[in-house]
């Protein structure tokens, strides 16, 4: 749950069944979260309560299968994992690397049972992790079927990055070697391919782009935004230091004088761990004389369209350099221009759909300078508003999102 690419794998396991695939996507370690109808199975494998108790006591092992089965259970998982330790990254060294050496580590039991499931009961003519992380599994899975196994990288290295240091470079050494293995590897911008390439020391030449998607149904009655004034400032991410809303913060007050009337909106999933930051932001806010309003994390994707409508201009001014930047697409698709940080994924959106403007990166200057000309120039605005609205529909819809990845997955087979 630390990255959201549950929610896209989600997305894109729908769209591939419209084009006549048979899917099944396979949760692991907690159980997905999204906002729209829930495609996965409702077995999780290496589920995270059995997975702990295998590597910290190793007589868990031991107990019957229909015993520890109980703790695989989705309702049991969505509790446990409420509590911050559960994700935080900084705490996991150990059990990462742990998960990484899966021929002869603690946890090879649990691997096993994962990789007979999909030779037995669902016998697919290719696989995909959703990341790399993963990758423990990867030479049971080799050893049993004789079939394209390919890699999604969306987000790994936020993970990795945040093990303290005495784990970090080895999980790093750990999921480079295994990742070898993989036939394929996906990304979905073209800045990430590179990135990637370098951090895992991965053969460029099988690394393949497909486009992000979304379902743009759910924003079928979403009109470009054309305000004739703008008072919303909007956010929408999850509620991190690496997703930047404390740079939101800082422009945002900087543009009080000249804009007494703005707003602050936000919304995007909390972790219990992150209250602490999300009141720092709205102490920062109140005693500049500024307003924030703090929306929550919408459970249902119409819930999402509609919290965009609140918005007038969106940013999602990043510390971490996206590999995908889903949310500056959905607020294209809703009407909304955005104005993002000149990093990560963000030039690619921006320069394939003209639907926004850019800023320097981590700078609250630069950032309230380019968030003012938007705000004063409407036509400007407009025009941003009309082509992104236009493009995203174009180029990110499910629609061509599956369509790319048949087209890839037809070459892998051959």
Not at 71 to 79: E, K
Not at 105 to 129: K, N, S, V
């Amino acid at each position: 749950m630390f990255c959201g690419s549950c929610m896209h794998d989600n997305t894109w396991a729908r769209a591939l069944m419209k084009e006549g695939v048979e899917v099944t996507l396979l949760p692991t370690y907690t159980p997905v979260l999204v906002d729209e109808e829930n495609l996965s199975d409702q077995h999780v494998f290496l589920g995270g309560i059995n997975i702990y108790l295998d590597y910290r006591f190793p007589l868990w092992k031991r107990f019957p299968r229909f015993v520890k089965r109980w703790f695989d259970s989705p309702r049991l998982l969505r509790l446990v994992s409420q509590f911050s330790g559960s994700q935080d990254a900084s705490q996991l060294g150990p059990l990462t690397l742990a998960m990484l050496d899966g021929e002869a580590g603690p946890l090879i039991a649990e691997m096993e049972e994962l990789a007979r499931f999909i030779e037995t009961e669902i016998r697919p003519d290719i696989i995909i992790f959703s990341n790399a992380l993963l990758a423990g599994i990867l030479k049971p899975l080799k050893e049993r079927m004789h079939i394209p196994i390919c890699c999604v990288l969306q987000g790994d290295d936020i993970f990795l990055e945040g093990l303290l240091p005495q784990f970090r470079d080895q999980a790093i050494q750990a999921v480079s070697e295994l990742s070898q293995e993989f036939d394929h590897y996906l990304v979905h911008s073209d800045y990430y391919r590179n990135f990637m390439a370098d951090y895992l020391k991965l053969d460029r030449t099988r690394i393949d782009q497909i486009p992000l998607g979304i379902d743009m149904e759910p924003y079928a009655d979403c009109q470009p935004r054309r305000s004739a004034e703008c008072r919303r400032l909007g956010y929408f991410a999850r509620i991190a230091p690496e997703k930047g809303l404390h740079n939101l913060v800082e422009a945002y007050i900087r543009l009080l004088p000249e804009f007494p009337d703005l707003e602050l909106l936000a919304g995007g999933y909390l972790h219990p761990r992150n209250q602490g930051y999300l009141e720092e932001q709205v102490s920062k806010v109140v005693g500049a004389g500024g307003k924030f309003h703090y929306l929550g994390s919408p459970e249902r994707v119409e819930d999402k369209v509609e919290l965009f409508q609140r918005f007038d201009l969106f940013s999602l001014p990043t510390d971490y350099q996206e590999p995908k930047g889903l949310p500056v697409i959905e607020a294209m698709a809703s009407g909304l221009s955005v104005v993002q940080p000149d990093h990560g994924a963000f030039p690619e959106i921006l320069s394939q759909t003209g639907g926004g403007a850019y800023c320097v990166a981590q700078m609250s200057e630069s950032l309230a300078d380019i968030l003012a000309i938007s705000i004063r120039e409407n036509q400007a605005r407009w025009s941003m508003e009309e082509r992104g609205y236009q493009r995203v529909r174009e180029l990110y819809s499910t629609q061509a999102m599956a369509r790319r990845s048949l087209e890839l997955f037809e070459d892998y087979l051959k």
